[in-house]
């Protein structure tokens, strides 16, 4: 189940995985913007954010963020908080928590674990698993990736597994291919996704639909201490809708 606005603002698993290289930045900072255009009458998406991360060493971070997102003609907010932990040389653990007080269509409350482990030939395996709270019912999703980082570029495979509550599960599956450049900082991407997912869509609440979707995603420093982050995508949910739009982002690094 996807969680507002954050696709590709720190991108979860990714993170852990770039930190075997041993990039660690002390502190970054990022404020941004989204915009979605619905199909079926469906009202615009819209979000903006700011979030934080520090790096004390390399695979130990810590992030924090809030979200303003309207969806559906309804508003949420949303704080968020984790944590990546080394738990010995190639093994790192991942612990990360949101609310929202007015959860009307987000879940009022989630958390999730995750272990990635380094494996050799510049492979990293991992999964999760994500405990969902929303008003009137409950969802949990189960993440498997696979990662291989070859010269400068990222291959991904992930497997989503969700489960609302007395409801059948659903998966879907999402590839990736990342280019970087630039001492490693600078990325361009594009992924893939298909398969079914569990989505809160009010009134009707927690469901499944098949899903289908397009992402174009990049972090570009123009200097030392500021980048710009973007994505362009088209997101099908089942016969929902269809949204088509993008973020935009800018980051320091103090």
């Known amino acids: 189940m996807r969680a507002a606005a954050r696709e590709n603002v720190k991108q979860g ?7 075997w290289a041993g990039r660690a930045l002390a502190l970054e900072a990022e404020a941004g ?30 992030y924090a963020a809030l979200r303003e997102v309207e969806r559906f003609d309804l508003k949420d907010s949303q704080v968020e908080a984790g944590y990546y932990q080394p738990l010995s040389p190639r093994l790192a653990g991942h612990i990360e928590g949101n609310a929202s007080p007015e959860h009307n269509m987000l879940p009022k409350g989630s958390l999730f674990g995750e272990l990635a482990l380094q494996l050799d030939a510049g492979w990293v395996a991992s999964g999760g698993v994500r405990k969902s709270e929303y008003t009137a019912t409950s969802a949990r999703v189960i993440t498997a990736s696979l990662e291989r980082y070859f010269g400068r570029f990222r291959a991904l495979y992930t497997m989503n ?21 630039a001492g490693e900082r600078s990325r361009v991407g594009v ?24 992402n174009i995603y990049g972090r570009h ?34």
Request: proline share 4%.
């Open 191 to 214: 992924s893939a996704t298909w398969g079914r997912e569990v989505e809160n869509i009010p009134p009707t609440g927690v469901l499944t639909s098949d899903v289908r979707a397009l």
């Open 33 to 62: 913007f989204s915009h979605e255009k619905l199909s079926n009458n469906n009202a615009d998406w819209n979000s903006a954010y700011v979030e934080a991360a520090h790096t004390f060493a390399p695979r130990q971070t810590v």
């Open 161 to 181: 597994n969700g489960k609302p509550e007395d409801a059948g599960s659903a998966t879907g599956h999402r590839i990736g291919l990342d280019y970087y450049y």
């Open 221 to 254: 420093w123009v200097s030392p201490a500021w980048a710009i982050t973007g994505e362009l995508g088209t997101h099908e949910q089942g016969s929902f809708y269809r949204r088509t739009g993008g973020r935009l982002g800018l980051r320091y690094a103090f």
């Open 13 to 19: 698993v990714a993170v852990v995985a770039f930190a």
